[in-house]
C-alpha cells in the first residue's frame, strides 16, 4: 500500500519540485538505504557469490538476483575482478500491477522522471524508480568489500515493465561483454548490472 | 463457480497484496528524510495528504445493498479493501488479518534495524491532534486513506462510513479505542469487549463500518 501511495506522491511532487527535483529526491532515498544498510566484508567472490544466493547481502533487498558466474569479468591480466548478475523482477513490478488495479494508470510523472534521468544523467532508466534503486546498487557496492577490495557497480540492461529495454553500451564495452547476449539476458531477466572491484583495469577501458 | 476457479482468483488477490519490500523501506526512509527537515507535524500532513490523494485517485463505488459491498469487501473488489486482506465478522465488523505494512516493517528491521523512532512520535501527534488510534506512521497512512475511501463509497445512496477500534503491531504493540467511545464503536460493530480480545489476538485491525 506504501508503495502506490508513494507513486501518487510522484505526481505532486513533480509539479512542485519539478522532475528534477524528484529525482534528486529518489537518488537522496537509495542513498539513504544504501548507507543505512551497513557495510559487509567477504573473503572471495565466491563467498560473496553464496551470500547473494542465500540473500544476505545488501543487494537481496530487491529480490532474487542471479550471479551469472559464466560471465566473469576480467582485468588485463586475465584476473576475475567481477561478475555480471541479474534481478528477476523488476523492484517496480508488484507496484505496477497493484496500481494497475487499485488506482488505473500510472501518472504521467513516471514517464517524466525517467526520461528526464535519462537525458541529464544517464540513459539507463525505464521508469521513475530506477532513479532509486540504480542508485542504490552504488551506494551498497561502495559498502561492500571483497578480499579488502572496494566494489563498484555499473549498470547494463533493464527491462521495463512493457517491453521497453535500455542497454548501456558504454559499460558493456568497458567489461568487453556482447550488449546482443545482454540483451538476450533481458528475456528472463528484469535488470542487468556488473559487480567489480573498484579501480580495476578493464581491458576495455584500456583499449579507450 | 468452483472451488478451483475460487482458490486461484484468491493466490491472485494474495500475490496482488505482495509488493517488493525495498518500495516500501525506500518510502519510510523517505518520510523519515522529510521528518527530518519538517518535524513530527510536517510528517504527519505529508502522510495525511499522501494517503488522501491516494484514495481520491481511486474510482468511485455505488452498490443497491450493504450485503454486495460486504462481498466486494472481503473480496478484495472494494477500493477499500484492494490492499489488505478483510473478513467481516458481523455485517458492520471488518477485520484486516495482516497489516499491509508488515512485509516493509520486517525487511526494515531485518537490513535496516530499529524502526525509527520518528515514526512513532508522528503517531503520538497524531494522536493527540486528531484521534487516539495510531500505534505508527504507518497507521496513520492506513486509517486516513480507510476513511477517505470510505468517503467514495456509496450503499443504497448513503455515504459508507468507518471508524478504527483496535489496531495490533507486529511487535504486539496494541492501541484500542479510548473507553469513552470504545462501547459506542463495539455496539456498532455488534462486538464485545471479549470478541475483540479474541480477535486481535491473530488479526492486525478491528474496524467498524456502517452508514448513518
Redesign the interface.
Given at each position: 500500500m506504501l508503495d502506490v501511495a508513494l507513486v501518487s506522491l510522484i505526481q505532486d511532487m513533480s509539479e512542485k519540485a519539478g522532475v528534477e527535483g524528484t529525482i534528486q529526491y529518489w537518488a537522496r532515498v537509495g542513498e539513504s538505504l544504501a548507507k543505512r544498510m551497513g557495510k559487509e566484508a567477504y573473503m572471495g567472490w565466491p563467498s560473496f557469490n553464496v551470500a547473494l544466493r542465500e540473500g544476505r547481502t545488501a543487494f537481496s533487498i530487491e529480490g532474487a538476483v542471479t550471479a551469472l558466474t559464466d560471465l566473469a569479468i576480467t582485468d588485463v591480466d586475465g584476473d576475475v575482478v567481477g561478475y555480471i548478475y541479474a534481478l528477476e523482477t523488476c523492484v517496480f513490478n508488484p507496484t505496477t500491477v497493484r496500481i494497475r488495479y487499485s488506482v488505473g494508470e500510472l501518472p504521467r510523472a513516471d514517464r517524466a522522471v525517467a526520461d528526464e534521468y535519462n537525458n541529464s544523467v544517464r540513459d539507463t532508466a525505464v521508469c521513475n524508480f530506477c532513479v532509486i534503486h540504480q542508485r542504490f546498487r552504488e551506494e551498497v557496492s561502495k559498502n561492500i568489500a571483497i578480499a579488502d577490495q572496494q566494489l563498484d557497480c555499473l549498470q547494463l540492461a533493464a527491462r521495463g515493465f512493457a517491453g521497453e529495454t535500455k542497454i548501456t553500451e558504454d559499460a558493456l564495452r568497458k567489461i568487453g561483454i556482447n550488449p546482443e547476449y545482454v540483451r538476450s539476458l533481458l528475456r528472463n531477466y528484469a535488470c542487468v548490472y556488473a559487480i567489480l572491484m573498484k579501480g580495476a583495469r578493464l581491458k576495455g577501458e584500456e583499449e579507450e | 463457480m468452483s472451488e478451483k476457479i475460487i482458490e486461484t482468483q484468491k493466490t491472485e488477490r494474495r500475490?496482488?497484496i505482495?509488493?517488493?519490500?525495498?518500495?516500501?523501506?525506500?518510502?519510510?526512509?523517505?518520510l523519515e528524510?522529510i521528518a527530518d527537515k519538517q518535524g513530527a507535524s510536517g510528517m504527519n500532513n505529508y502522510l495525511v495528504s499522501?494517503?488522501t490523494?491516494?484514495a481520491k485517485?481511486?474510482?468511485v463505488e455505488e452498490y443497491d445493498t450493504w450485503d454486495d459491498f460486504l462481498e466486494a469487501l472481503v473480496n478484495g473488489e472494494s477500493?477499500i479493501s484492494?490492499?489488505?486482506e478483510v473478513i467481516s465478522i458481523t455485517p458492520n465488523c471488518a477485520v484486516t488479518k495482516k497489516c499491509?505494512?508488515t512485509r516493509?516493517w520486517q525487511?526494515y528491521t531485518k537490513?535496516?534495524?530499529e524502526f525509527s523512532k520518528i515514526h512513532t512520535d508522528v503517531a503520538e501527534y497524531y494522536n493527540s491532534v486528531y484521534k487516539p488510534c495510531v500505534i505508527n506512521s504507518?497507521c496513520i497512512?492506513?486509517q486516513t486513506?480507510r476513511n477517505a475511501a470510505a468517503e467514495r463509497i456509496n450503499i443504497t445512496g448513503k455515504p459508507l462510513k468507518c471508524a478504527n477500534i483496535a489496531a495490533v503491531w507486529e511487535d504486539g504493540t496494541r492501541k484500542i479505542a479510548p473507553d469513552e467511545w470504545l462501547p459506542i464503536l463495539l455496539e456498532k460493530a455488534q462486538i464485545t469487549s471479549t470478541d475483540l480480545n479474541m480477535i486481535l489476538r491473530n488479526n492486525a485491525d478491528v474496524w467498524v463500518i456502517y452508514t448513518d
Open positions: - | 500475490s496482488l505482495d509488493d517488493n519490500p525495498l518500495v516500501d523501506v525506500a518510502a519510510c526512509l523517505f528524510d499522501l494517503a490523494s491516494l485517485s481511486m474510482p477500493i484492494a490492499f489488505e499491509p505494512f516493509g525487511e537490513r535496516i534495524g504507518m497512512i492506513h486513506f
